[in-house]
Nanobody
């Protein structure tokens, strides 16, 4: 089990930036990967970015070049730097810890981007 707590959401203008942080209650190196997902109203939850334990990353096409995922194993945190925000980025963003046999989720943090 692990507790994941997201922070850093809020309101931003189009073109602006926000930084989300996910704090884990245990060593994140014990997980195969950490990820950020998002869910907009009326839409399915989608993968935004993922980083494995050796630091390899992958991004949704819609955020490539704008978002950066990073991890700090010493602090047990995973961050998502979001730049050049667009109204389409408006969603609840969820932190996700993955390993074989288990997937754990945070409660989510709201990001709203105004035009």
């Amino acid at each position: 089990q692990v507790q994941l707590v997201e922070s850093g959401g809020g309101l931003a203008q189009a073109g602006g930036s926000l930084r989300l942080s996910c704090a884990a209650s245990r060593n994140i190196f014990s997980f195969d990967a950490m990820a950020w997902h998002r869910q907009a109203p009326g839409k399915q939850r989608e993968l935004v970015a993922i980083i494995n334990k050796v630091g390899s990353t992958n991004y949704a096409d819609s955020v490539k070049g704008r978002f950066t995922i990073s991890r700090d194993n010493a602090k047990n945190t995973v961050d998502l730097q979001m730049n050049s925000l667009k109204p389409d980025d408006t969603a609840v963003y969820y932190c996700n810890a993955l390993r074989v046999g288990g997937s754990y989720w945070g409660q989510g943090t709201q990001v709203t981007v105004s035009s």
